[in-house]
């Protein structure tokens, strides 16, 4: 029996990583998974930070924003959750997502961590590219564990990225 999207967990625990990240900032970290991230953006009143958003026509289960009114700056975060192990396709699909939201986290899910054929191609034949979705912005693929609702630095797939 495949495992239930934990989104309100997730949205707790991206809401503390985008406070601990930016502490300054005030985050807002919503679940998104029956809206566009263009969407989540204009219902937070968060357009002006995001001026060409209309393009954001992409849906991910969570969407956040840290925002600084001090320097006046919005960074985007958005996390696609899969309950299956993450696969190559989950990858570029959501690269393709990366590339057009420009968020300046992105972040793809599993209990179940990524697949032995992934990790080969990242890890062993130095495939990183296809983590790249904006100029040193890399999609991290991590593993969620359900014993702390969280991301740990050591259940990612290519360490140092987070």
Not at 2 to 8: F, I, S
Not at 51 to 59: E, G, H, L, T, Y
Not at 79 to 100: E, P, R, S, W
């Amino acid at each position: 029996m495949p495992t239930a999207k934990p989104l309100d967990k997730i949205v707790d625990w991206l809401a503390y990583y985008l406070s601990n990240r930016y502490p300054k900032a005030v985050a807002i970290v919503k679940p998104t998974t029956h809206q566009t991230v263009a969407e989540f953006i204009s219902r937070n009143n968060l357009s002006r930070y995001f001026p060409d958003r209309a393009m954001f026509q992409v849906i991910v289960d969570v969407c956040g924003v840290s925002l600084s009114e001090s320097t006046d700056r919005a960074i985007l975060a958005i996390v696609k959750f899969c309950n299956n192990a993450i696969t190559l396709n989950d990858c570029l699909i959501f690269k393709g997502y990366a590339q057009i939201v420009h968020p300046h986290h992105a972040f793809i899910i599993s209990p179940k961590g990524w697949t032995p054929s992934l990790h080969r191609l990242v890890r062993d034949f130095k495939r990183v590219d296809i983590l790249e979705y904006a100029p040193g912005k890399l999609v991290v693929v991590a593993k969620w564990d359900h014993l702390s609702n969280s991301v740990r630095p050591g259940d990612v797939l290519l360490h140092g990225v987070f």
